[in-house]
């Protein structure tokens, strides 16, 4: 058991927003499987009484839980009131989960990316159900004049077991509510979870299978009109005129105009990524009417001047340079290799350039990965209604309040006067980080002077950005007459992103180190993508480890494990981000559960590793060419993630990282010509097939003790460098440029 203060979020003890307060539930969702009839039975309670921004108990029994952060298939709109729920001891099938609104003075860091959610809120979430469980604890001891540490609990109830008293926490949350809000208040041991470490069901599970509305897509209010937008059809175009007569004509249209959705001055954030900001709306009755009015439309585009855009990178003074141009895929290829000639220096560890010099081998191989597209099955939307000074707003976004504030400057609506409702997004990984459709909805709205509900198509998500950054890299590794790796080289790049972290592994297990990087400045917008940079990086680094330990012939797992032994015992330099004891121990799980000692007649494998969002992953991916076709059999997960809250959901965040990984590296890539991105919908941007999934994944996580860090994002990017090392088992050929199925079908 540990002590924790309540001091840094007392604030989340003392308010609660509007959508946790006392009154009618608008909506909720039974956990634990629990069936409608048991929740007939018990009711719904009479009066509720709020503990804290997180937590509301009824005079039944009944709790309700807000889950603060968005749902975006990760699974912590149930993870995260787990957490409450253990520290409470609340009695998990008398849950009732909420999704919080966008509520600052409750919830801090209320937004998903970055494989952050359950790391950061751990010791918040599992502080606030302390509290409440001490409250309530400390009521009982009042009611029945008792000292507190004579008062226990168990699920939903609290116990004086001397006097053989027991009450609900119904009975006893009027009082507790009114009481102070202790300053430190103890958490369980890890042996004493309940909650904790078992699998519970999807809170939406009955939702999702049942088409009930839970997506921004759903949302709908009475007399809302609809609204499409139109921009540039190529990077480097800007609108010049445009000509409605034809379109204002037709049924249900309510007016057509031209926008800025971004002011000129405006001084972007990190989030604020959108290239096209001055567009056409179209305004109508329906959906299918403004549509229809969009097609009609006949603009005219020229070419944008060159601009630099002046960015707080939170806190951090930058420029992006944005050049003027309409570019090509080849152009963008000449100008990454011209870029990698005159990279700068990232990290250095001893001489490296004189080892090479005299090495006996000398190993180089380049690496590229194109551009990527999202491709979130449920359109960009949101919804918005402007009232004078008042906004309220709903739908899909990965980062409220950071998108909050670019809405309070372009609307000039203090935040204060904007609320967000979070919905279910169908689809994220980065792209619905960038909710400027939040804006654009918004500004239609407040032109309108009517509740307006934006809708992309899906070209317009397609052809706008954001995008994967389109990267090379170029590695080297130099070996002595023993063979030994004793120089190692990498250029990394991109257009117009940078991808290297110059002090993940192999940095300081090699005494001879060299890391560089470049960038291309690009018009083409780029940002967020699944474990971003780290997804291109895991590919490379670890098909070329592949190819180094070939060479030196060492086994590939063992290979690993020397320069992680290295590193651990004299590590090199300084800075090095990864724990070498925790990575080995990865692969030696991924080893034994995989049986690597014992090879299948016909089956190839490959094994890859890697650290980011402060986990560590290993894969290995069994296959065979089936009539010319990849055909995966199996892939072995070991994770190392901490302390897994959800056993059920972490094993399902793994299975469909590997089959999105196999997918993106087999088929993934946009390219683009004057400007113009080459695929604009799924019947062009090729997708894994159901059929080409992996018949078996298996995961098994690391039980080590340590506190929950990321899930989301590092189970993805080893998958792209197992695929290679098994396919250059299954064909002889090693894969350097993805997607892989160019070469595998040339």
């Not at 009154?23 to 048991?38: E, I, Q, T």
């Not at 609307?411 to 689809?427: C, D, K």
């Amino acid at each position: 058991m540990s002590n924790q203060s309540t001091k840094l979020d007392r604030r989340s003890f003392l308010k609660v927003s509007a959508l946790a307060g006392g009154g009618m539930m608008l909506s909720f969702n039974w956990l634990a499987g629990c069936k409608p009839k048991s929740e007939e039975a018990l009711g719904m309670p009479e009066d509720w009484f709020r503990m804290n921004g997180y937590i509301r108990i009824g005079d039944n029994g009944l709790i309700t839980l807000m889950s603060p952060n968005p749902e975006g298939g990760q699974n912590v709109k149930t993870s995260m009131p787990m957490i409450l729920a253990e520290e409470l001891d609340a009695d998990w099938t008398k849950v009732i989960v909420e999704q919080a609104p966008l509520d600052t003075d409750n919830f801090t860091r209320q937004f998903i990316g970055g494989s952050q959610a359950i790391r950061t809120g751990w010791t918040p979430l599992r502080t606030a159900g302390a509290t409440a469980r001490q409250m309530l604890m400390r009521a009982a001891a009042q009611t029945w004049n008792v000292p507190v540490s004579e008062i226990t609990t168990e699920p939903g109830f609290i116990l004086h077991q001397s006097s053989n008293k027991k009450a609900h926490f119904g009975e006893m949350a009027s009082l507790a509510a009114t009481l102070p809000v202790p300053e430190e208040v103890d958490l369980k041991a890890s042996q004493d979870f309940k909650i904790i470490g078992t699998s519970k069901k999807n809170v939406d599970l009955n939702k999702i299978v049942t088409g009930k509305p839970l997506f921004g897509m759903d949302y709908k209010k009475e007399g809302m009109l609809y609204a499409m937008i139109i921009h540039p059809p190529a990077f480097g175009n800007r609108l010049k005129s445009f000509d409605d007569s034809q379109a204002r004509s037709m049924p249900g249209i309510r007016d057509i105009f031209q926008f800025k959705s971004l002011r000129d001055d405006y001084k972007r954030t990190f989030f604020d990524t959108v290239q096209f900001t001055d567009l056409i709306a179209i305004v109508g009755d329906s959906t299918w009417q403004v549509l229809q009015a969009k097609k009609s439309i006949k603009a005219d585009w020229e070419i944008q001047e060159g601009y630099e855009e002046q960015r707080d990178m939170f806190g951090r003074e930058a420029v992006r340079v944005v050049p003027k141009g309409l570019e090509n895929t080849d152009a963008q290829e000449m100008a990454m290799k011209q870029a990698a000639q005159k990279p700068q220096t990232q990290r250095k560890d001893g001489n490296p350039e004189a080892v090479f010099s005299t090495a006996a081998k000398v190993i180089e191989r380049t690496y590229t990965g194109p551009f990527l597209a999202h491709n979130c099955m449920e359109p960009m939307n949101f919804f918005a209604h402007v009232e004078g000074d008042k906004v309220t707003c709903a739908g899909p976004l990965q980062k409220p309040e950071l998108t909050e504030h670019a809405l309070s400057s372009r609307l000039g609506i203090s935040v204060e006067n904007i609320e967000i409702e979070m919905t279910r997004l169908g689809g994220g990984y980065g792209r619905r980080s960038y909710a400027h459709w939040l804006i654009e909805a918004a500004v239609i709205s407040q032109k309108m002077n009517a509740p307006v509900k934006l809708v992309y198509t899906r070209e317009d998500d397609m052809t706008g950005g954001v995008y994967r950054s389109r990267y090379q890299a170029t590695y080297r590794a130099a070996l002595n007459e023993n063979n030994q790796l004793i120089a190692f080289h990498v250029n990394a790049g991109g257009l117009p992103e940078n991808p290297l972290y110059a002090n993940r592994f192999p940095a300081g297990a090699v005494d001879n180190y060299l890391a560089e990087g470049w960038e291309v400045p690009s018009n083409i917008t780029t940002g967020s993508f699944r474990a971003p940079r780290s997804n291109f990086m895991a590919c490379v680094e670890q098909s070329f480890l592949d190819e180094v330990a070939e060479e030196a012939g060492k086994d590939p797992i063992d290979f690993r494990l020397e320069l992680l032994a290295k590193a651990k015992a004299n590590p090199v330099g300084e800075g090095n981000d990864y724990d070498p004891d925790r990575y080995a121990k990865v692969l030696e799980l991924v080893r034994e559960k995989a049986n690597w000692a014992n090879s299948t007649p016909g089956v190839s494998r490959g094994v890859s590793a890697y650290f980011c969002h402060n986990s560590y992953a290993a894969q290995v991916l069994e296959m065979k060419i089936v009539d010319g076709q990849v055909q995966i059999d199996k892939v072995t997960n070991a994770i190392d993630c901490g302390l897994v809250v959800n056993p059920d959901a972490a094993k399902n965040l793994c299975e469909g990282a590997v089959i999105d990984g196999i997918g993106t590296a087999m088929y993934g890539e946009l390219t683009f010509e004057n400007g113009v991105v080459s695929k604009s919908n799924f019947d062009q941007y090729r997708q894994i097939r159901m059929k080409e999934a992996p018949k078996s994944i298996v995961a098994y996580f690391v039980e080590n003790g340590e506190d929950p860090s990321g899930l989301g994002e590092p189970a993805y990017p080893p998958v792209f460098a197992a695929l290679a090392n098994a396919l250059y088992k299954a064909t002889g050929n090693r894969f350097y440029d993805q997607p892989f199925s160019r070469q595998l079908n040339s």
